[in-house]
């Protein structure tokens, strides 16, 4: 039997990378997964990478309008939800000196606030043994110049993963942290260095030596939403090579 047969999985971000990587695991463990994103022809492709059991909605994780349209398309159609995997983020870089008020409001509008509105909103919707994953990223424990903005939100997911797990204790739902390090994905693509000097010089800091498959951060996914991880809850799983541990 599959892991997953007969969940319903919603999944942020679903589109490319990490995101689309869980949606492909999911379905193939057996569930119907509703995944979301801002472009159109994005989600074609990635409905057409899934193959089947899929369904597409577009849609801003920032903007709390689309998130309604969001609930409402998973409520006509699942009338229920299992799994919650808020994944939608971007990488921009920015020195303190040069932060901008428009650079900080677009980083916390989609990782710090979004979650919270997602969460709320498909919460009535979610079932007992219901499992809500917060992907964040192994830099919320490190320091690296030019990410504040970046690496705060992904500390607010921490205390989200907290909170949640003792606020929603009697309702039979987890909530977990999912934090991949530097994983190959074409968000590398939009960074200020060129990518062949970004993965070198992030292969250098992992001990592993490096960077993660995105079907290697969709198993850690796998493991948090499932019954394997039955007994796990406010925790947070750091599938980041050792980059964050030493």
Do not use: C
């Not at 409520?75 to 920015?94: C, H, L, P, W, Y």
């Not at 909170?163 to 968000?187: C, K, Q, Y």
């Not at 939009?190 to 290697?216: C, D, F, H, N, T």
């Amino acid at each position: 039997m599959s892991t997953l047969a007969g969940k319903t999985a919603v999944i942020s971000g679903g589109t490319s990378g990490i995101g689309l990587a869980i949606a492909q695991r999911f379905v193939a463990e057996g569930a119907h997964v509703f995944i979301f994103g801002r472009r159109q022809a994005q989600l074609d492709e990635a409905a057409e990478r899934i193959g089947r059991n899929v369904s597409i909605i577009q849609a801003d994780a920032a903007n709390l309008d689309d998130l309604d349209r969001v609930t409402a398309a998973v409520r006509d159609k699942a009338g229920s939800v299992d799994i919650v995997v808020s994944n939608a983020g971007f990488t921009e870089q920015g020195a303190l000196d040069t932060l901008t008020p428009e650079h900080f409001d677009k980083a916390f509008n989609l990782m710090a606030r979004g979650p919270v509105f997602l969460v709320q909103k498909l919460l009535p919707m979610m079932t007992g043994r219901g499992s809500i994953v917060l992907v964040s990223s192994a830099m919320h424990v490190m320091g690296i110049p030019g990410h504040t903005a970046y690496a705060a939100t992904k500390a607010a997911l921490r205390s989200y993963a907290r909170t949640w797990a003792a606020e929603f204790r009697d309702r039979g739902i987890r909530v977990n942290m999912l934090s991949p390090g530097v994983t190959d994905t074409p968000i590398l693509d939009s960074q200020s260095l060129p990518r062949g000097e970004l993965v070198k010089m992030y292969q250098s800091m992992v001990p592993i030596g490096r960077l993660a498959r995105a079907e290697e951060i969709a198993s850690a996914a796998l493991f948090l939403a499932s019954d394997e991880s039955s007994y796990v809850t406010g925790a947070d799983l750091m599938a980041d090579g050792g980059i964050g541990q030493v």
